[in-house]
């Protein structure tokens, strides 16, 4: 069965395009693949049964997009790639994000 969790847009410490804001979508995607990029570096690819995804989610100020760890729940690696991605998630940026963000 499948399951996800919610990661957040960047890592925790680290300021995010604002809901609302000039140029929200463009900068919130660039955002959520740089924070995917560097959650791969840190943890590894995703193993069979788990993906990191951009997703849209329904707000009343319209849609924001946020990182998700889709899984597949019978599946124990990915599980735990899932949770290890929420519970471990890096504080800011690594220099390659930083870098990939500056582009």
Not at 17 to 29: F, N, S, V
Not at 56 to 65: A, E, K, R, T, V
Request: glycine content about 6%; some cysteine; hydrophobic content about 30%.
């Amino acid at each position: 069965m499948r399951d996800y969790v919610c990661i957040g847009e960047v890592p925790a410490e680290e300021d995010c395009a604002q809901l609302g804001t000039d140029g929200y979508h463009e900068r919130a995607k660039k955002e959520c693949r740089a924070f995917i990029n560097q959650l791969r570096r840190m943890f590894g690819p995703e193993p069979e049964g788990a993906r990191l995804i951009v997703k849209s989610n329904p707000h009343d100020f319209g849609n924001y997009l946020d990182v998700q760890c889709v899984y597949d729940e019978d599946d124990e690696a990915a599980t735990e790639y899932a949770y290890k991605c929420e519970s471990d998630m890096p504080m800011t940026w690594d220099d390659e994000a930083k870098a990939e963000l500056a582009l």
